[in-house]
């Protein structure tokens, strides 16, 4: 192809979320997406999404396609794609710019000098129990495994998100404006948060965040955030702070306060 021709084609690696999706509904997804981000219209920063349908259990005959990407597209999302869709849904979806993609093109493995961290769930392995011996009753069922802990030893930069699935997250490294780390347990921080933390991602209200200097964008455990659009409180800003939620009168409340060390 010549070089001055006015259509030119290059392999580039792109940041894509997976947004896996149970319902179609825009008033439902609305809600949820309201208890999770707040609808705030910077929260995904213009980042791009395949939309997985893989885990539905039921889909109707029709979805509107057009509001549901207005929505995610009020939060900073764009919706570039959808995958785990029946026939007739792929093909509608197709035809209002969506395509389907299969769940290969979104793993595909990146190479190992990548310093990126791997946004990829990771999965706790399962304990493995010796056989009983033949002559023996079968022994008593094993313990559930204590929660499995992740580190993460590395900056993240603006634009990169961590997720440890099914485990405690430790952080050593800083954590920069624009970055995100999520985990279903808790979230302890060595270093300056200046992004976002996200624990009991998975629904758990007894989990907590934890760092060593607090200058976050947002935090959340379980669903329940808070932003610092104008700023950490100066008590707090660069302090070592603990985020959790405390029960009152039945309801949940996030409370973020100060984190004594010595």
Request: net charge negative; aromatic share 4%; proline share 9%.
């Amino acid at each position: 192809m010549a070089k001055d021709s006015p259509i030119q084609f290059k392999g580039t690696t792109l940041k894509i979320i997976q947004t896996q999706l149970r319902a179609t509904d825009p008033a439902t997804l609305h809600a949820a997406l309201a208890e999770l981000t707040g609808n705030s219209p910077d929260f995904f920063e213009n980042e791009l999404s395949v939309l997985d349908f893989s885990n539905a259990e039921a889909l109707p005959a029709t979805v509107d396609w057009v509001s549901i990407v207005k929505l995610l597209r009020g939060s900073g999302l764009n919706a570039i794609a959808t995958r785990g869709l029946p026939e007739a849904l792929a093909i509608a979806a197709a035809d209002a710019g969506l395509p389907a993609v299969s769940a290969d093109a979104l793993g595909r493995s990146r190479p190992k000098s990548e310093a990126t961290p791997d946004p990829v769930p990771i999965q706790p392995s399962a304990p493995e129990i010796p056989p009983a011996p033949a002559q023996q009753a079968a022994p008593p069922a094993a313990p559930q495994a204590a929660t499995r802990t992740v580190t993460l030893d590395k900056p993240l930069r603006s634009g990169q998100q961590f997720y440890a699935r099914g485990s405690d997250l430790i952080v050593t490294a800083m954590i920069s404006a624009g970055a995100e780390v999520i985990a279903d347990g808790n979230i302890h921080i060595y270093a300056p948060l200046r992004g976002r933390a996200l624990a009991g991602a998975s629904g758990d209200k007894t989990a907590r965040i934890f760092t060593t200097c607090m200058e976050a964008e947002l935090v959340s455990v379980a669903g329940l955030y808070r932003t610092f659009e104008a700023g950490v409180p100066a008590e707090l800003a660069r302090q070592p702070t603990t985020i959790s939620l405390l029960e009152d009168n039945g309801d949940h409340r996030l409370t973020v306060a100060p984190l004594a060390l010595r």
